[in-house]
């Protein structure tokens, strides 16, 4: 019996509007004709998508065509273009809105709960609370960094799963204030979450995690922070330079958005003389406190 090894691949291509067609084409005979030819690969088709990403004003010109043709020495197929892919769990939209991602997030989380809330008195606080933990907590902590800067309304949503499954576990009712509920269950709020998630990152290239701060460097430089007090130069820590960006999805970018996280940080977080694990433990008492 064979062995049968799946490759995944995600292969980026930019081009302007008047070349998108052209360049969907030369993007497939590349990968089909010389790449895939001269490795002995074979592309299924099936499982192959092509997503443009663009803004809501650029996408009705790069969809102009529905299907992009494939055609090798042996046979010929044709790949979708879609408006949404799965990438890791996380569903990507030609806008990066995230609001398919929300909205599946959500969908799969009150289903989990529906399921939970028949079997609650059967269950202890601390099952409930662990079975929440797998099916619910997960979910919204899961990749939570590429919601960075989109609208409020969806981790409102997410907050309000949040919100349902912190009263599933504490037995709270439906009008009860949730804000004690989650401080008791020691969870924070979904945009907190997001904004810690950041932080650890960014520390943990600091302290630890060399292929990642291999990665950081290419993005984000690290500098010390120095103002001017009464003439007298003070350091404020350390701090990631956060170049500028001139659109709102610039402004969502991990370049731009994890170094403004980092800043914000008291100058006391921001050295190295503090651990990551005591840099993680400090950093969710101050979240807290906010």
Not at 40 to 57: D, F
Not at 154 to 168: D, G, H
Not at 209 to 214: E, H, I, S, Y
């Given at each position: 019996?064979?062995?049968?090894?799946?490759?995944?691949?995600?292969?980026?291509?930019?081009?302007?509007?008047?070349?998108?067609?052209?360049?969907?084409?030369?993007?497939?005979?590349?990968?089909?004709?010389?790449w895939m030819g001269q490795n002995g690969l074979k592309l299924?088709?099936?499982?192959?998508?092509?997503?443009?990403?663009g803004s809501r004003h650029q996408l009705p010109n790069y969809?102009?065509?529905?299907?992009?043709?494939?055609?090798?020495?042996?046979?010929?197929?044709?790949?979708?273009?879609?408006?949404?892919?799965?990438?890791?769990?996380?569903?990507?939209?030609?806008?990066?809105?995230?609001?398919?991602?929300?909205?599946?997030?959500?969908?799969?989380?009150?289903?989990?709960?529906?399921?939970?809330?028949?079997?609650?008195?059967?269950?202890?606080?601390?099952?409930?609370?662990?079975?929440?933990?797998?099916?619910?907590?997960?979910?919204?902590?899961?990749?939570?960094?590429?919601?960075?800067?989109?609208?409020?309304?969806?981790?409102?949503?997410?907050?309000?799963?949040?919100?349902?499954?912190?009263?599933?576990?504490?037995?709270?009712?439906?009008?009860?204030?949730?804000?004690?509920?989650?401080?008791?269950?020691?969870?924070?709020?979904?945009?907190?979450?997001?904004?810690?998630?950041?932080?650890?990152?960014?520390?943990?290239?600091?302290?630890?995690?060399?292929?990642?701060?291999?990665?950081?460097?290419?993005?984000?430089?690290?500098?010390?922070?120095?103002?001017?007090?009464?003439?007298?130069?003070?350091?404020?820590?350390?701090?990631?330079?956060?170049?500028?960006?001139?659109?709102?999805?610039?402004?969502?970018?991990?370049?731009?958005?994890?170094?403004?996280?980092?800043?914000?940080?008291?100058?006391?977080?921001?050295?190295?003389?503090?651990?990551?694990?005591?840099?993680?433990?400090?950093?969710?008492?101050?979240?807290?406190?906010?």
């Amino acid at each position: 019996m064979g062995t049968h090894m799946r490759t995944i691949h995600k292969i980026y291509i930019s081009a302007p509007v008047v070349e998108s067609q052209q360049a969907a084409v030369r993007l497939a005979e590349c990968i089909v004709d010389r790449w895939m030819g001269q490795n002995g690969l074979k592309l299924n088709a099936e499982k192959t998508q092509l997503m443009w990403l663009g803004s809501r004003h650029q996408l009705p010109n790069y969809l102009t065509i529905s299907q992009l043709p494939l055609s090798t020495t042996t046979s010929s197929s044709t790949v979708d273009i879609v408006s949404t892919a799965n990438d890791l769990g996380v569903i990507l939209d030609s806008q990066l809105t995230m609001t398919t991602h929300v909205s599946s997030v959500c969908r799969a989380g009150f289903f989990q709960l529906r399921q939970l809330r028949s079997v609650r008195r059967s269950l202890t606080t601390e099952a409930t609370r662990a079975l929440v933990q797998a099916f619910i907590s997960c979910r919204l902590d899961y990749c939570n960094s590429v919601l960075a800067g989109v609208p409020g309304v969806y981790l409102q949503r997410l907050q309000s799963l949040q919100n349902a499954a912190a009263r599933l576990v504490s037995g709270a009712r439906r009008h009860d204030h949730i804000t004690p509920v989650l401080v008791s269950l020691h969870w924070l709020p979904v945009r907190q979450q997001k904004s810690s998630t950041r932080r650890r990152c960014l520390c943990g290239s600091v302290y630890t995690m060399q292929p990642l701060a291999t990665w950081l460097t290419c993005v984000c430089r690290l500098t010390p922070c120095v103002v001017a007090s009464n003439c007298v130069p003070r350091r404020l820590g350390l701090c990631w330079f956060r170049p500028r960006a001139r659109t709102a999805i610039g402004q969502r970018s991990f370049a731009v958005n994890g170094p403004r996280t980092w800043n914000s940080l008291p100058a006391d977080f921001r050295t190295l003389d503090t651990t990551l694990c005591s840099f993680k433990r400090h950093l969710k008492a101050h979240l807290f406190q906010q």
